[in-house]
């Protein structure tokens, strides 16, 4: 069973964007990182925000936020102000604002360990080395949805490298048009799959959508 959110994510009365899900993209504001693999997460926000008529608007320093109905629930969108490496500041005041317990937050983001295409949705879990993840999780806990989205690792000399500079390079930049097509397909897989969440829930989510790339490899892990 997961534990009872902690009494200071709770803001006293009436919460100020009263939702029954938060969802939060990560990613990095500004027009300059706008089409950077760093920012899936603000992709399939801005995806959701289509389909549910709504239009996130900066409020405060920390987040851009709307709510609207998604799969016959009220649901907080939310795109962090703060930069991907303090997006638990903004997580913290998300949950505060809209009076969602942790367990109904899900965090959708670019996962450098899965291929380009891949998707996974699972509940709780640690950070995998993940700045955004790692100020969420000291600022929150854990245990709240993620969709991960597949970006790959950058190669060098054809082989995956983990050399920060090369990984920070990679993950700030734009993916060429064939690649950049593959994430906008799984953007809208990953859209479809959090509508899943707050329809049915995190396991079922997982079992229609959890794939090891693009398309016909489709499968549960």
């Not at 029954?20 to 997460?41: D, I, K, M, S």
């Not at 649901?75 to 998300?94: C, D, F, H, I, M």
Request: glycine letters at 12%.
């Amino acid at each position: 069973m997961s534990p009872v959110a902690p009494r200071f994510l709770r803001s006293p009365g009436t919460p100020r964007f009263p939702a029954e899900w938060t969802v939060v993209g990560l990613g990095n504001p500004g027009e300059e990182y706008a089409r950077h693999r760093h920012n899936v997460g603000f992709w399939v926000v801005d995806e959701l925000a289509r389909r549910a008529g709504v239009r996130p608007k900066t409020t405060g320093s920390t987040m851009a936020i709307a709510v609207g109905r998604l799969s016959g629930a009220t649901v907080a969108l939310v795109k962090p102000r703060t930069y991907v490496n303090r997006s638990g500041e903004a997580v913290r005041q998300a949950l505060a604002w809209t009076g969602v317990p942790l367990e109904q937050l899900v965090v959708v983001y670019d996962d450098l360990d899965l291929p380009v295409g891949a998707l996974r949705i699972r509940k709780g879990g640690g950070h995998g080395g993940h700045n955004g993840l790692k100020s969420i999780v000291a600022a929150v806990g854990a245990e709240f949805v993620r969709v991960r989205i597949g970006i790959g690792r950058p190669l060098v000399d054809g082989e995956p490298s983990w050399d920060p500079e090369v990984v920070a390079d990679y993950v700030l930049s734009v993916p060429p048009p064939q690649e950049f097509e593959t994430l906008h397909e799984t953007v809208r897989t990953a859209a479809d799959a959090v509508e899943t969440i707050v329809a049915e829930g995190p396991d079922a989510a997982a079992a229609r959508f959890n794939r090891r790339g693009p398309a016909a490899t489709s499968g549960t892990k």
